[in-house]
């Protein structure tokens, strides 16, 4: 169409031309796209790859996170939960609308326990007894580490009957412990309970202060016993 509105005739070598340079204008250009389209492929799969990665890197730090948050939450020695641990797990139970019964286990005679036998077989009384508590309590408790030779028991939605019963069973169970120590000599094992049982709105603080009250009843009454009652307000 140009060479005709140029004035000039449109002979064979037009006729190549307008052929050829098609030609060979469109195969390096399709080479080229293809190759652009293989580096496009291949950059969707490197990302692709990536995002994998990082999703996998992801859950593995969020495990890793959680692994740390509940070993911070645990007492290193036997396993149970630890005094923070104990009581945040309480809160999070959402206690004040469940209600539930708070016990206090102090373990009778530790302090000779240490001085005659070391405090490695001490150490390993309390692995015993947080292990004789833990089988004795229902799905859905909560058993910690308190103190020293300290362990308390949280028993969600049951009442004063019914954790008198749980910890019955608990004493018993550590009074049937026998303690092994250097030289083939052998040391009974018991407890002192003392429980609150707590109400829809029991303040925390007050079930723990009253529960600590019938635990050193149980020990100025003998020690091996249990000592029960319900909340009543500081008020009252």
């Known amino acids: 169409m140009a060479l005709p509105l140029l004035g000039r005739e449109f002979d064979g070598v037009a006729l190549v031309m307008c052929v050829a340079c098609p030609l060979l204008i469109a195969f390096p ?4 796209q293809f190759g652009q389209r293989q580096r496009l492929k291949q950059a969707k799969q490197a990302m692709e790859r990536i995002h994998i990665e990082l999703d996998h890197a992801h859950k593995a730090l969020a495990q890793a996170h959680g692994l740390l948050a ?44 240490n001085d005659s036998f070391g405090h490695q077989t001490g150490d390993e009384a309390l692995k015993m007894i947080a292990a004789a508590v ?90 091996n016993r249990v000592v029960m009652g319900r909340f009543w307000p500081e008020a009252a």
């Open 70 to 113: 509940e070993r911070a939450r645990r007492d290193g020695m036997t396993g149970v939960l630890n005094r923070e641990g104990f009581f945040q797990s309480i809160r999070d139970t959402r206690m004040p609308a469940t209600g539930g019964t708070l016990l206090v286990i102090d373990v009778d005679h530790f302090k000779s326990i």
């Open 134 to 223: 833990a089988g004795c309590i229902r799905n859905g408790d909560l058993i910690g580490r308190i103190g020293g030779e300290e362990f308390a028991v949280f028993l969600t939605g049951a009442d004063e009957g019914e954790a008198t019963i749980i910890a019955e069973r608990i004493r018993a169970a550590v009074a049937r412990l026998s303690l092994a120590a250097e030289g083939g000599e052998r040391r009974g094992l018991t407890v002192s309970i003392g429980g609150a049982a707590g109400q829809h709105g029991s303040p925390l603080a007050e079930l723990m202060r009253q529960a600590d009250r019938r635990l050193y009843e149980a020990k100025r009454h003998g020690r």
């Open 29 to 32: 250009v399709s080479v080229y």
